[in-house]
């Protein structure tokens, strides 16, 4: 399993949530993994983020850093941090602390139990306010209307995680905030098997 942690401009924090997902790791005895801590940053910026996974990966065998120029946006990381990784699951979940890090745990059993290609989650319960609650359905049904048929709930959900053999169909080139879309619809369009699971968003 590689989990990819995206930590732009994190911070300190980038070592809560690093905690909180080794935390589940060893309780649920997953013992092989490797996990990338995403701190690519925007020069110029006064930054701490790429320091920190720095020594966070210095401390922990299992645990990689990438910390580049960024030359783009979300997606720019997620690709460059799945390049980096090596595991036949990959795993991609936000830093913020908003996905809690025992959904990966979840939706790691659910992809492997059911011999699926991709698994994620779909906010069920939302803890960040109306206005992220209205952008964030107004996206969704944006989506199904200009992709007919589309079966998901919430594209934009963490974690995902997808089989390496079945991301290796997919031709993902976005740099943007729209990976995600990108992900599900390439996924969907090779029919895929897909698998959404609740989560309560914080």
Known sequence: LSIVILCYRSGNYAKIYLDRVLQHLVI???????????????????????????DLAYNNEQVKYLALPKKGWLGWDVRRGIEASLGEYIAIIDGDGQMPAKDIIRVYNKIRNEDLDLVLTYRKKRGDGLYRFILSN???????????????????????????????????????????AEIMLQAWKKKLRIQEIATDFH
């Open 138 to 180: 107004t996206y969704n049904l944006l989506t199904k209307l200009l992709f007919p048929g589309i079966p998901f709930r919430d594209m934009n959900s963490k974690p995902k995680i997808i089989k390496r053999s079945s991301l290796n169909l997919l031709n993902l080139s976005v740099d943007n905030w729209t990976i995600d």
């Open 28 to 54: 649920n005895k997953v013992v092989s993994y490797e996990i990338i801590l995403v701190g690519n940053y925007v020069e110029g910026e006064n930054d701490l983020t790429p320091n920190i996974v720095k």
